[in-house]
């Protein structure tokens, strides 16, 4: 049962344009929603994360957009470069924190120059 | 301040066999997480270790097992090796165990399973 579904699989973007990524999640327990970015060879880095008592977060070009009604939430790259190009995952996890994290499949994004 | 490191970077096994993987955890960091990621798919958490001790699992069997040593670095251990281990193993480590602690993963360990 995969409890976060993640959409799209791939996504191309011009460079300049904005990039969405999508998560929904099942599980109502879920209260702490990060972001990871993974390169080539790389371990995933923490990019950005929301708590459910906001809608919004933004840090830089990043953003991040929260439904709790919907289960939904998802990810903005604005004015995306080629910089941006990597596997983008949405995670979610119980009691507020970066433990026993529970991940999308991820999403492949090609930023063309 | 060096970052995670795991080695080795690949290794090659056959069904049946037994393996270890190792991680060097973030100076500073007492709390290391195992997860597994199959080409294609998220990471998996397998288990946790805060302190030497074993502070929560995933759904994973018996087999997965690990240790933590008193340096903070830590060993995943596999027994009886399935084709379908085959994936990227990556730690994670962090400073402690509250919510504010942001993870830091290692590139991972690629193991093949024939």
């Known amino acids: 049962q995969q409890q976060v579904k993640q959409s799209p699989q791939s996504l191309i973007v011009q460079k300049g344009g904005i990039s969405i990524i999508n998560c929904a999640y099942e599980?109502?327990?879920?209260?702490?929603f990060p972001w990871y970015q993974q390169f080539p060879g790389k371990g995933p880095a923490l990019l950005i994360a929301?708590?459910?008592?906001?809608s919004e977060k933004k840090e830089g070009r990043f953003t991040i957009s929260f439904n709790k009604s919907a289960k939904q939430f998802s990810l903005h790259i604005m004015d995306s470069q080629p910089g941006d190009s990597a596997t983008y995952f949405c995670?979610?996890?119980?009691?507020?924190?970066?433990?026993?994290?529970?991940f999308g499949k991820g999403t492949l994004l090609t930023v063309n120059p | 301040e060096t970052g995670v490191t795991q080695s080795p970077t690949h290794l090659i096994k056959t069904r049946g066999q037994q393996v270890t993987l190792r991680c060097s955890s973030q100076?500073?960091?007492?709390?290391v997480s195992w997860y597994q990621q199959a080409l294609g798919q998220g990471p998996q958490f397998i288990f946790q270790?805060?302190?030497?001790?074993?502070?929560g699992r995933g759904n994973f069997p018996p087999r997965f097992s690990g240790l933590q040593f008193p340096n903070y670095s830590s060993e995943l251990n596999v027994n009886a090796l399935e084709l379908d281990d085959s994936a990227l193993y990556l730690c994670?480590?962090?400073?402690?165990?509250?919510?504010?602690?942001?993870?830091?993963f290692g590139p991972g360990t690629r193991l093949t399973v024939l």
């Open positions: 994670a480590s962090s400073p402690g165990t509250s919510g504010t602690d942001t993870q830091y």
């Open positions: 599980n109502t327990a879920f209260d702490y």
């Open positions: 929301i708590r459910p008592d906001v």
């Open positions: 995670a979610a996890s119980i009691g507020g924190s970066n433990y026993k994290l529970t």
């Open positions: 100076s500073g960091h007492n709390t």
């Open positions: 270790y805060y302190r030497e001790e074993e502070n």
